[in-house]
């Protein structure tokens, strides 16, 4: 299963993305409490954007994004049956992607 | 036409080493625009001072009102505060978010492209009471907008 959830909402002229992604956002500074050691930082670096494969926005983060990331970004226009892809990478070297068909 | 052995496969290595050139042409650029790279040196453990230094070069900071930045007041729970930013400012290229008291001031870095609206909103994590600050480059300016957060944590009143 994905760990990204996309949801698009047309609004007048604009549309909505909206993402959810499930990743633990560790920032190397917690300690386990079983065990008193560090947990290693493990944490999205950038999420990148694109409809109909042209990319339209990318943010790059740290560890101060929640856990379990929440977005929402704001496009123009946007018609039902583009594509949406939403892509992330992580500083562990995992990645994911998913796409998404405005409706 | 009459092939010998010989002919056929040096026929068969040079076709498919051309196909082989052409496709890595192909994928390089797409590959490319994959990889944009982190920037390290921004989301290093430092003072805001010093991150705000990395993000404007020194560039002086301009208050403006035409940005909104939403965010609690008082937050219980400093591992989970949402967040929500526009801004009406034209040509907005970059959008940046930094929490001055955290380990890692800057929070994200939004690049946006001409088709995307500044209007994002995220949740972020702070490690106590701060000022929360939210920068827009637009026109070459760096435009800046902030808020102070309480966090309350365990509910005994920072």
Not at chain 2, 97 to 109: D, G, S
């Given at each position: ?5 996309i949801r698009?909402?047309?609004q007048?002229g ?19 409490n ?13 999420l990148?954007?694109r409809?109909?494969?042209k990319?339209i ?17 704001e ?9 949406v ?6 500083n562990q ?5 998913q ?5 | 036409?009459m092939q010998?052995r010989?002919?056929?496969i ?7 080493g ?6 890595w ?13 982190w ?8 003072k ?6 990395d993000i ?7 208050a ?6 939403t965010?609690?007041?008082i937050?219980e729970?400093g ?6 930013l ?5 040509k907005?290229?970059?959008v940046?978010?930094?929490v001055k ?6 929070v994200?870095?939004f ?5 995307v ?5 995220a949740r972020?994590?702070?490690?106590k009471?701060s ?8 026109n070459?300016?760096?435009y800046?907008?902030?808020?102070t ?9 920072g």
């Amino acid at each position: 299963m994905s760990s990204i959830k996309i949801r698009t909402k047309r609004q007048q002229g604009t549309t909505q993305i909206r993402t959810l992604i499930a990743h633990p956002m560790e920032t190397g500074l917690n300690t386990d409490n079983q065990n008193q050691k560090t947990i290693a930082a493990h944490f999205i670096q950038t999420l990148t954007v694109r409809h109909n494969d042209k990319i339209i926005l990318t943010t790059d983060m740290g560890s101060g994004i929640s856990r379990n990331p929440y977005f929402s970004f704001e496009m123009k226009g946007g018609e039902p049956g583009d594509k949406v892809t939403i892509q992330w990478s992580d500083n562990q070297g995992n990645r994911d992607s998913q796409d998404a068909l405005i409706s | 036409m009459m092939q010998t052995r010989r002919q056929f496969i040096k026929k068969t290595l040079t076709i498919g080493g051309a196909f082989w050139a052409s496709s890595w042409l192909v994928v390089k650029p797409l590959w490319a625009q994959t990889e944009t790279l982190w920037p390290t040196g921004l989301f290093a453990h430092s003072k805001y001072q010093a991150a705000l230094k990395d993000i404007t070069g020194g560039q002086a900071l301009i208050a403006s009102k035409d940005i909104t930045l939403t965010i609690p007041r008082i937050a219980e729970n400093g591992a989970l505060i949402p967040f929500s930013l526009s801004s009406t400012l034209e040509k907005a290229e970059r959008v940046f978010v930094l929490v001055k008291k955290n380990p890692v001031p800057l929070v994200a870095r939004f690049t946006l492209s001409p088709q995307v609206n500044t209007q994002l909103s995220a949740r972020l994590k702070m490690a106590k009471t701060s000022q929360v600050v939210s920068i827009v480059l637009a026109n070459g300016q760096y435009y800046y907008t902030d808020k102070t957060v309480k966090v309350t944590l365990g509910g005994c009143g920072g």
